[in-house]
């Protein structure tokens, strides 16, 4: 009988290993930002004190910040208020100069700051700033290792006009430098008929916003985009908070009028408790 041949041995297949399935990046931690505006004196560090103690008591799910006028960061940094980061309102472009009354990012990050707004829509009505010079503020916070939380929105007749979608993706196009990070970068959407009014957009509203916003920071800055922060601001109080915080894409707020008291902006802390 012939020998039976042996069958032949079928070698493994190299199957390269299935490729990993793309992470979802993980949800950012919102951020409540304080933003005091033209207000308060060493008088209102009180306040400062009543937050962290209120937040030591009962940890929040999200970062806390106060940016006050840059008079008060020095003084504030001296309270050392665990858990309350602090950041400035504005920056000039240059690191120092002849640009007499102009704060620069370094000097906030030298008092203490940890961000700096920019392109707030009263700097962009009262200082006439163009989305070219919001951009190179943005730059301006990331030399100086600042998180610059970039500000855009509608105003009423815009949003009347059905202008909305595209004024602020093209804000957003204009204002952020290439090479933004979720780490150095928050958007804060801040439609400019709500600030101070007590009007606020409907969730439907703030949700396509925010859809539209993530899209094309997703676009821009790929995963950095999908993990980049973006807030809502106007009109933000405790007693919807809670409702405009869930909206999706919400990650956060930018506060005004009632970042003021431990109280109340405490109460919309509360909405990340
Ligand atoms: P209000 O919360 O007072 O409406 O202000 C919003 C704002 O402009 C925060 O930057």
Same mark, same amino acid.
């Given at each position: 009988?012939?020998?039976?041949?042996?069958?032949?041995?079928?070698?493994?297949?190299?199957?390269?290993?299935?490729?990993?399935?793309?992470?979802?990046?993980?949800?950012?931690?919102?951020?409540?930002?304080?933003?005091?505006?033209?207000?308060?004196?060493?008088?209102?560090?009180?306040?400062? #004190?009543?937050?962290?103690?209120?937040?030591?008591? $009962?940890?929040? +799910? @999200?970062? /806390?910040?106060?940016?006050?006028? &840059?008079? %008060?960061?020095?003084?504030?940094?001296?309270?050392?208020?665990?858990?309350?980061?602090?950041?400035?309102?504005?920056?000039?472009?240059?690191?120092?100069?002849?640009?007499?009354?102009?704060?620069?990012?370094?000097?906030?990050?030298?008092?203490?700051?940890?961000?700096?707004?920019?392109?707030?829509?009263? #700097?962009?009505?009262?200082?006439?700033?163009?989305? $070219?010079?919001? +951009? @190179?503020? /943005?730059?301006?916070?990331?030399? &100086?290792? %600042?998180?610059?939380?970039?500000?855009?929105?509608?105003?009423?007749?815009?949003?009347?006009?059905?202008?909305?979608?595209?004024?602020?993706?093209?804000?957003?196009?204009?204002?952020?430098?290439?090479?933004?990070?979720?780490?150095?970068?928050?958007?804060?959407?801040?439609?400019?008929?709500?600030?101070?009014?007590?009007?606020?957009?409907?969730?439907?509203?703030?949700?396509?916003?925010?859809?539209?916003?993530?899209?094309?920071?997703?676009?821009?800055?790929?995963?950095?985009?999908?993990?980049?922060?973006?807030?809502?601001?106007?009109?933000?109080?405790?007693?919807?908070?809670?409702?405009?915080?869930?909206?999706?894409?919400?990650?956060?707020?930018?506060?005004?009028?009632?970042?003021?008291?431990?109280?109340?902006?405490?109460?919309?802390?509360?909405?990340?408790?």
């Amino acid at each position: 009988m012939a020998p039976r041949k042996s069958a032949p041995k079928i070698k493994p297949s190299k199957r390269p290993n299935p490729p990993n399935p793309p992470k979802a990046p993980k949800p950012p931690k919102p951020l409540v930002a304080g933003n005091w505006k033209m207000n308060g004196t060493r008088k209102q560090l009180g306040e400062l #004190r009543k937050l962290a103690t209120a937040l030591a008591r $009962k940890k929040a +799910k @999200a970062e /806390v910040m106060i940016c006050p006028p &840059a008079t %008060l960061l020095g003084p504030m940094a001296a309270v050392k208020a665990k858990g309350v980061l602090l950041g400035g309102q504005d920056c000039h472009a240059n690191v120092s100069g002849a640009h007499t009354g102009d704060v620069s990012a370094e000097m906030l990050k030298d008092a203490g700051a940890k961000a700096v707004i920019v392109g707030h829509s009263e #700097r962009r009505a009262d200082h006439g700033e163009t989305d $070219k010079q919001v +951009k @190179a503020k /943005v730059e301006a916070a990331h030399r &100086a290792g %600042l998180v610059a939380i970039m500000c855009i929105g509608e105003s009423l007749k815009q949003r009347k006009a059905g202008e909305t979608l595209k004024l602020v993706q093209s804000q957003l196009r204009g204002s952020l430098p290439n090479g933004c990070t979720a780490k150095n970068t928050v958007i804060a959407y801040e439609p400019v008929w709500a600030i101070g009014s007590g009007l606020t957009p409907t969730v439907e509203q703030i949700e396509a916003v925010h859809t539209a916003l993530r899209t094309a920071l997703m676009r821009r800055f790929g995963d950095e985009g999908a993990k980049m922060r973006i807030l809502y601001g106007g009109s933000v109080k405790p007693s919807n908070a809670a409702e405009l915080m869930a909206v999706p894409n919400v990650n956060g707020a930018l506060v005004g009028g009632a970042s003021l008291t431990a109280k109340d902006f405490g109460g919309i802390i509360d909405a990340y408790r």
